[in-house]
């Protein structure tokens, strides 16, 4: 079953500064402060416009637009300024300065561009990284406990495909199990062979809007989600059957001068067969999207900032999406 969590979190690089390098050094006191590392040297004083893409340091600014706060800029020494599963994270100077976000535009959703100040230098005593999301999360995890290449990493069967997808990024094998094959196991109900999976969650998120000042769940965030399956080896035989649904609901999401929420649904349904022996390939005939979920799209764009500025339009679209026929075969050739 899936569990229900409370986060409230910031993404980026957290890091413990002595700060600033004027005052005495009785007088230096460790502060955490979230940091952007640059390959472009800010001085203390001086100007610096940056074009934000990276989801994480968008939070991040926008979490400095709303409490009047610095982020750290440190000069990167090994690495890329752009996040890449493919490597590690950037090394940095030890060295940084504290900018501040004296004015700020998003031309169009997606990207933030800040216009910075240079204050205070800082030194770094150490660091560490954190994830807004619960894949990335693993990924650093994985990359931490530097595990031999190729080794197995267990999932439950049901495990959401990103996550997985991460193991085998940073170059490990994930092999999936059923974590309590008896508690949904329909053998004792005199059903051979037949087996139901079943997933319920539920997330709860806040935070305070930077413009409006209310408190508001995290854009995009999956609020909750249902996935249930069963299927039947049929005794005796290399035919099996099943059937599949899921339901899935995500929050809004916020930007400076846009309001959104997609979503398909309510439920995804489908249905299949599968033989597992044709010249030993397993072969299986799947029908989804029985139930017709539909794709839905709302949003409402300000003619400037958000809230502030008078609404240019609202959109809505109600798309069918139809059945989805698959055919798949597995197996070595």
Known sequence: MGGRSRRNTRPGFAIRVMW?????????????LPLFPLS?????GGLLPLKIFEQRYIAMAKACIRDGSAFGVCLITRGEEV?????ATPEFANVGTC???????????????VATRGEARFQVQGHAVTASRGRMAFYYIARALDLPPGS????PALTFWVVPEMARVAGL?????????????????????AKINLTVG?????????LSGETRQISGNHNRWVNFGFRHDIPHSDFA??????????????????????WEGPVFAGIYIEDKNVFGLTVRAQAGNLLNARHRFERTVYDGRRLRDPVLYNQSTDQLIGPIFQFLVKGTF
């Open 152 to 155: 197995e990493v267990v999932f």
């Open 40 to 44: 472009t040297v800010l001085f203390p």
């Open 241 to 262: 059957y099943g059937v599949f649904a899921n339901h899935d609901y995500f929050a809004r999401n916020y930007y400076l001068s846009e309001v959104n929420r997609g």
């Open 202 to 210: 539920f997330e709860h998120t806040d935070v305070r809007d930077p």
């Open 99 to 113: 900018a501040r976000i004296v004015d700020f535009d998003m031309p169009q959703v997606g990207i933030l561009q």
């Open 83 to 87: 996040a890449s599963t493919r490597g």
């Open 20 to 32: 600033p390098f004027a005052k005495a050094v009785a007088e230096r006191q460790p502060v955490a």
């Open 173 to 193: 094998k994930p092999v999936f199990a059923d974590v309590d094959p008896v508690t949904f196991n329909l053998d004792p109900a005199g059903i051979k062979g």
